[in-house]
């Protein structure tokens, strides 16, 4: 599968962007998929995921109710609205998919297929 990740920019703290993740095959044969970011010099990190039916959804810490991960099946696409942004959610923003069953996974190995990323920029 190939995924295609859009929507990044450069947008002020406290502002939106809504980040989308296009699969090229029906993502209801994908059981999870999420989003990653990576700062410069920093590790990739998981910031959301959802399971394939969409009911359960997973967050880090740093972006638990500011950020909300959905998807449409129908359209094959995951997205990412991200309101309050703040400097240090800068970075390049990946979405990956999981075809293993089970619950949806933080580890970044855990992934076989990811997007290409897209730039994030909050400025302060």
């Known amino acids: 599968v190939q995924l295609q990740a859009s929507g990044g920019g450069l947008v002020q703290a406290g502002g939106s962007l809504r980040l989308s993740c296009a699969a090229s095959e029906p993502t209801f044969r994908i059981y999870s998929m999420a989003w990653f970011r990576q700062a410069p010099g920093k590790e990739r990190e998981f910031v959301a995921g959802?399971?394939?039916?969409?009911?359960?959804?997973y967050y880090a810490d740093s972006v638990k109710g500011r950020f909300t991960i959905s998807r449409v099946n129908a359209k094959n696409t995951v997205y990412l609205q991200m309101n309050s942004l703040k400097p240090e959610d800068t970075g390049v923003y990946y979405c990956a998919a999981d075809f293993t069953f089970g619950s949806v996974k933080t580890r970044p190995t855990a992934y076989d297929h990811w997007g290409q990323g897209t730039l994030v920029t909050v400025s302060s």
């Open positions: 959802i399971s394939r039916s969409g009911s359960s959804t």
